[in-house]
T-cell receptor, first 112, second 114 residues
């Protein structure tokens, strides 16, 4: 039981490049989330999904897109990376009936 | 606006002494409250939660937290700190009536010295 996994662990992009971060969970959780963590800012919600095929915007969605084609996967895309998107990205998931979230190990992204 | 405050960026404690990490919140309805811990280069780990019932909640690794509705606080405590407790601690709240999205505090770095 791997829990929540994220791919890749590290990435360096040039401004304007695109990439996709993959989150996978094997706990059959309905809800999935993408956060970014910046020093002194805590965690901020980018997008979330309450089920397969559905997504919604969080607190800081601009510059990101997401897709949830399969229940176990939640993809975060950056179409045109900007230095302001340099951050550590965390994926999380939870069961519909329980509010505690389970987090992945994070992806450290640097945009130069 | 709904928010969570962790008023201390850092808390320093000597090993064996009690520790407290503070959290206050400002949300509508009856909140659900959570504490998470983050070790270096790791994701967040769930410690404990308050949903309803007894105001004193016990969690993992000997931690506990006390819900105080009148003071809108949910402070994390441990009777005897360990060096291995050194980490970043986050308080989070689910506002009452919301669909479950959490609002996180900015985090408090706990440093336990031998």
């Amino acid at each position: 039981n791997a829990g929540v996994t994220q791919t890749p662990k590290f990435r360096v992009l040039k401004t304007g490049q695109s990439m996709t971060l993959l989150c996978a969970q094997d706990m059959n959780h309905e809800y999935m989330y993408w956060y970014r963590q910046d020093p002194g800012m805590g965690l901020r919600l980018i997008h979330y999904s309450v089920g397969e095929g559905t997504t919604a915007k969080g607190e800081v969605p601009d510059g990101y897109n997401v897709s949830r084609l399969k229940k176990q996967n939640f993809l975060l895309g950056l179409e045109s990376a900007a230095p302001s998107q340099t951050s550590v990205y965390f994926c999380a998931s939870r069961r519909r009936v329980s509010y505690e979230q389970y987090f992945g190990p994070g992806t450290r992204l640097t945009v130069t | 606006a709904q928010s969570v405050a962790q008023p201390e960026d850092q808390v320093n404690v000597a090993e064996g002494n009690p520790l407290t990490v503070k959290c206050t919140y400002s949300v509508s309805g009856n909140p659900y409250l959570f504490w998470y811990v983050q070790y270096p280069n790791r994701g967040l780990q769930f410690l404990l939660k308050y949903i309803t019932g007894d105001n004193l909640v016990k969690g993992s690794y000997g931690f506990e937290a006390e819900f105080n509705k009148s003071q809108t606080s949910f402070h994390l405590k441990k009777p005897s700190a360990l060096v291995s407790d050194s980490a970043l601690y986050f308080c989070a709240v689910r506002p009452g009536g919301s669909q479950g999205n959490l609002i996180f505090g900015k985090g408090t770095k706990l440093s336990v010295k031998p």
